[in-house]
């Protein structure tokens, strides 16, 4: 991206997300930018995110002071430094490498939560090794009961705290883009993606040297020395079999810590959690890569924690790009948030600094837009600032 002076912008001059994606874009392989701003279908989903958080507008209230704020917040016994962290994001070590290392270096610097995707690159032991006390993970659950058990005992026997289950992925998606540029599971390329890729030489350079398409966690459960695609495909093989309440049963029994769940949209669901001992739900429709017809998750936020919101921790995540979407999300009663794609486009600009250009750009808009309204911290954001 030009700046009005002529230079190419980097990381410093990013002034909003907005920017961070453009310098991202640059770095890319149209596929693999594909990848970041894509979703399922017909994208209806991701766009119903965006859209929908933008419709909420917040009215100020006058004469409130609020000069000095804290959005420092308190979760499962821990201060963070803000109220969103780093949701997970899985595969993306194709996007940059030690992308997850990154995240994990930056959100450890911040101060906030960063959820290890259940198919990261790396292995769990490694990421938590780098950010011990910011890491949670995230949990594919597998068809076999004994993996389960095994990532379970891994994220336990490396000290995180908090297990998120995502479980709003009942079948395959479809991604239209990808199909269109020949990208399949495990992720190859394309001649045509090939030689466009040429024009990306810092991307390239990178993908040449391989071990780019691994998912580490997984290696131990194919035979050692395996190619990284027979993790993928084994991980595909069990990833989608039934889930049921009782799938959720089990994990409580396994796991002694804050136990989340990921992906709930219905108010019901977010009950059936409670009465089944989770400790939390994240309403989330993945990012738009799940089902394309699902509604805007900020849209099915206040029904969630009218219904549950009394008997577990209710957190949000879609379509954040701006420190007013997440306090948007605060006022209808989240009580965190998190972003995927706004520090993914941040760390594949400009790796940890990028990362932390993006953290610091969505604090400093949560800042003013506290101030703005009149709120001195979090527990004063409620839904009497909304207006939809
Ligand atoms: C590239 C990418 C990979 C993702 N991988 C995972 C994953 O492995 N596990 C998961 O629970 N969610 C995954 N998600 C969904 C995110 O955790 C999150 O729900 C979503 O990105 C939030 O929307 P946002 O990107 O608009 O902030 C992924 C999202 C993206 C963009």
Not at 41 to 69: C, F, H, K, P, T
Not at 162 to 180: C, E, Q, S, Y
Request: proline share 5%.
């Amino acid at each position: 991206m030009i700046t009005k002076n002529g230079q190419s912008m980097n990381i410093n001059d990013a002034v909003n997300i907005a920017d961070l994606k453009m310098i991202a874009k640059r770095r890319l392989p149209r596929v693999m930018f594909d990848l970041l701003v894509g979703a399922s279908e017909d994208e209806r989903a991701l766009e119903m995110n965006l859209a929908r958080l933008r419709e909420y507008s917040l009215v100020a209230r006058a004469m409130r002071g609020a000069a000095q704020r804290d959005q420092s917040t308190t979760l499962f016994g821990k201060t963070y430094s803000t109220c969103f962290g780093i949701a997970p994001t899985g595969m993306i070590s194709i996007l940059r490498r030690d992308i997850e290392l990154m995240l994990a270096v930056a959100a450890q610097q911040a101060n906030l939560p960063m959820t290890l995707s259940g198919v990261s690159a790396e292995p769990i032991e490694t990421v938590a090794a780098h950010a011990p006390a910011h890491i949670w993970s995230q949990l594919y659950a597998a068809k076999d009961p004994d993996i389960n058990a095994d990532l379970v005992k891994r994220a336990q026997d490396c000290g995180i705290e908090v297990l998120v289950w995502t479980i709003d992925m009942g079948a395959p998606p479809k991604n239209d883009r990808l199909a269109h540029a020949g990208m399949g599971v495990p992720p190859r390329l394309s001649l045509g993606s090939k030689l466009e890729a040429l024009t990306h030489p810092a991307w390239m350079y990178e993908y040449m040297r391989g071990g780019m398409t691994k998912i580490g966690s997984w290696e131990r459960y194919v035979k050692p020395g395996a190619p990284s695609s027979e993790a993928l495909a084994f991980f595909m093989s069990q990833r989608f079999g039934a889930l049921t309440w009782r799938g959720l049963e089990t994990l409580r029994q396994l796991w002694k810590g804050p136990l989340i769940v990921k992906g709930i949209m219905h108010p019901d669901d977010a009950v059936r959690v409670a009465e089944l001992g989770g400790d939390g739900v994240i309403v989330s429709n993945h990012g738009g890569y799940g089902l394309d017809r699902a509604p805007a998750s900020i849209d099915m936020l206040q029904a969630v924690v009218a219904s549950a919101g009394h008997k577990l921790t209710v957190m949000f995540d879609g379509g954040v790009r701006r420190g007013s979407d997440i306090v948007v999300a605060r006022c209808l009663g989240a009580q965190f948030v998190f972003v995927g794609r706004a520090t993914l486009f941040g760390v594949v600009a400009g790796g940890v600094p990028g990362a932390l250009r993006a953290i610091d750009i969505l604090k400093d808009e949560v800042d003013r837009t506290m101030g703005q309204i009149g709120c001195s911290n979090g527990d004063e954001l409620r839904p009497e600032f909304v207006q939809c």
